[in-house]
């Protein structure tokens, strides 16, 4: 019987004990490092709960050493090399094995990938022989992650093993042999046909004799051997001469087509089956009439059970030469064996001659045996995959305001597993096709949504191991419209202008200002409030009325149809709706060839947005155009502007008007699948899903 039993070692290297199916993790606790430690066992010391090592595991089903008398743990020799183990770590070092003092050991490759015997531990298994053999214990012991194969598996779906013959337990019994005993059938009487031959062995030292008994089978195939009548008349008897026999049913002297015999120790009874076994026959074959194969078919039974059934088709030499020791030989002793010829050939006359007969006798008293069982491939090591459980967001949960600078977060509830794992973007919501391009970075943690005409970059999302931020870098604006300066009455100083886009999808309010001062660049909204009333402004004084013509207008202050030194306007939109940007043009009169326009943008709450000092240059050349927007994309509710004009006649003229007025803006959903994966592949997702809206601004 063998040592190993029909189960296995197993060992989760998932973080913490894992006790579910097969599992045999065990708590890795300041007693058991204790124990491990004075079994000699390198490296030991209570889990690390971040990383999930080193682990045990333990099987007390896993030996039964009954009727052993030692055993110990050993490896193929490869020489000092050490020897390949067939595992590598989740980094891809290979790990070779190392018998160090009866304790096998997987440890790394050096740099260069070849074996070192002082490489970093991966793995050992260790005997404990403390209780003694009957109490023997195997540990599994693990140091680092391994690389599983199966990146779509986990747990028992992906696991490690070490292929046969890798790692052997060697056990110690003393049991009874069996050894094969030439069988002396000289001392029979030849050419007289017996029912069964009881033939003694040709060394006098021994008592053994065998019993064997022909059997004539019937075509086809043979499910049980024993069901078959062994005594149908006189066709099966056996035919003897010196060195064998035939069965008569054909030609005498040989066995023909279906032919066969079983044989036993002739002191075997059914009444103690298992006293007198036999572990074996041997014999020679021989071709006769031109049989160059033969199909050997053969069974062993133990206790009227079949325990072992094979066939070998055996090519036999030519002429008068013999196939020489064709074996059968059972794992464990048994009480018979049966054996069946077949032949292609169809000469009534063909057939086969089995000579020189042994048969595997037990010994007579017990001997020492070391069997060696093959323990790697019961020893496990399941995956660890990484976990994914929620994504957590912030106090207004994935909504984002649809305009720049606004930003939405949250958290990650995962774990890394024993392997180590990174969060990335595996899938994504596509905004435009051509229009808006998708850039993934190439560890996959930023993706950027990008406008391809203008270059630019529109959303964004990040990830860590621990969480994310999606930010909307612009503020979305609808569309340039020229403001119809044909729908105002020219050639009238008006206090206000209301200047309608040419598409009708909004209007700008303009009035007109005064400055006498330049306010402060963080001036409130209130600072400009002196440039619009008495003395400087108001609907009572005119210096500060507009003017228009068919493309602009002027300041009546000074040169009525232009803007001159510290004259300028304030504007906002007739519905209250805000506004993007307004751009215009700048025309030089009176030579000049620079200017300074300052603004200051305001929201609906009277707060200062932006304050901006653009200088405008080139202006002998042509028109230059100036733009008031926010440099942060930011729509204002309300704007004023001041012209700074060198020289006393010099002035400028503002025509060719357009804006951007902002309307609503549709909501945008975005969708995310994040993965966290980990470094065999193993990986979980998440999906995550914001809405991106004016309505979250904030």
């Known amino acids: 019987m063998t040592t190993i039993t029909d189960t296995n070692l197993v060992l989760d290297e998932q973080i913490g004990v894992q006790t579910v199916t097969d599992d045999n993790d065990v708590l890795l606790d300041q007693t058991l490092s204790d124990a491990l430690t004075a079994l000699g066992v390198l490296g030991i010391s209570p889990t690390d709960p971040t990383t999930g090592f080193p682990q045990v595991a333990v099987n007390t089903a896993l030996l039964d050493t009954t009727g052993a008398t030692d055993l110990a743990l050993s490896i193929p020799d490869d020489g000092p090399g050490g020897t390949t183990s067939g595992l590598f770590t989740v980094d891809g070092v290979e790990i070779f094995l190392y018998n160090e003092g009866g304790i096998i050991y997987g440890r790394e490759a050096d740099a260069n990938g070849d074996a070192d015997p002082a490489g970093d531990l991966a793995f050992a ?33 992906d696991i490690l093993s070490f292929a046969e013959g890798k790692i052997t337990l060697d056990v110690t019994t003393t049991e009874l042999v069996t050894t094969f005993q030439v069988l002396d059938f000289a001392s029979i009487p030849s050419g007289s046909p017996q029912e069964t031959l009881t033939v ?23 499910t049980d051997p024993t069901t078959i009548n062994k005594n149908p008349g006189t066709n099966d008897d056996l035919n003897p001469d010196a060195v064998g026999f035939g069965v008569k049913g054909g030609q005498a002297s040989q066995m023909n087509q279906n032919e066969g015999f079983f044989v036993q120790d002739a002191a075997w009874t059914s ?13 020679d ?52 064996i049966y054996v069946r010829f077949t032949y292609d050939t169809k000469q009534s006359t063909s057939g086969v001659r089995v000579e020189n007969l042994e048969v595997a006798f037990p010994s007579s008293s017990e001997v020492t045996v070391v069997n060696h069982e093959d323990l790697g491939m019961h020893l496990v090591f399941e995956d660890a995959g990484p976990t994914f459980d929620g994504i957590t967001g912030d106090a207004t949960p994935f909504q984002v305001g649809l305009a720049a600078n606004q930003q939405d977060t949250g958290t990650f509830d995962l774990t890394p597993g024993a392997d180590g794992s990174h969060v990335t973007i595996t899938q994504y919501t596509d905004l435009g096709g051509a229009d808006i391009e998708e850039i993934l970075t190439n560890d996959g943690t930023t993706l950027t949504y990008r406008d391809v005409a203008t270059d630019t970059d529109l959303y964004q999302l990040n990830v860590t191991d621990s969480g ?48 006498n001062a330049t306010p402060a660049a963080d001036a409130t909204e209130a600072a400009f409030v002196p440039f619009n009333t008495t003395p400087l402004g108001g609907p009572t004084v005119a210096a500060d009325d507009l003017n228009p013509d068919a493309v602009g207008f002027g300041v009546k202050g000074g040169q009525a149809s232009q803007i001159n030194n510290n004259e300028g306007f304030t504007f906002s939109t007739a519905d209250g709706s805000d506004i993007n940007n307004l751009t215009f043009a700048v025309a030089g009169i009176g030579n000049i060839n620079a200017i300074t326009v300052e603004s200051w943008l305001y929201d609906d709450g009277g707060n200062l947005i932006d304050h901006t000092i653009e200088n405008v240059t080139g202006l002998r050349s042509g028109n230059q155009t100036v733009t008031i927007d926010d440099d942060g994309g930011q729509a204002f509710d309300t704007a004023y502007v001041q012209f700074h004009v060198g ?24 969708e995310f699948t994040l993965a966290n994966t980990d470094l065999d592949g193993d990986a979980a997702t998440q999906t995550l899903s914001i809405l991106a809206s004016q309505d979250f601004i904030v």
């Open 125 to 157: 298994v260790a005997l404990d022989l403390t209780g003694g053999v009957s109490s023997a214990q195997i540990y599994l012991i693990q140091y680092e992650p391994l690389h599983h194969n199966d990146p779509l598996a986990v747990d028992d779906g």
């Open 647 to 670: 020289g006393a006649n010099s002035g400028v003229r503002i025509l060719d008007f357009s804006t951007s007025i902002e309307g609503p803006v549709d909501d945008q959903p975005f």
């Open 271 to 283: 009444a103690t089956p298992d006293a007198n076994e036999i572990g074996g026959i041997r014999f």
């Open 468 to 515: 994310y931020t999606f930010d909307v870098l612009f503020t979305p604006q609808g569309e340039q419209s020229d403001l119809n300066f044909n729908a105002v009455k020219s050639g009238g100083p008006q206090e206000t202008l209301t200047v309608p886009t040419v598409d009708n999808t909004g209007s700008i309010v303009f009035d007109g200002l005064i400055f």
């Open 200 to 222: 003694a062995t040709a060394d006098l030292t021994d008592n053994h004799s065998a019993k064997f008994d022909g059997i004539i089978f019937p075509a086809g195939a043979v």
């Open 285 to 336: 074959v021989q071709g006769i009439g031109g049989v160059k194969s033969v199909n050997i078919e053969w069974w062993t039974i133990d206790n009227g059970v079949i325990v072992e059934h094979g066939t070998d088709k055996v090519t036999l030499p030519s002429g008068s030469a013999v196939f020489e020791n064709y074996t059968i030989e059972s794992a464990d002793s048994v009480d018979q």
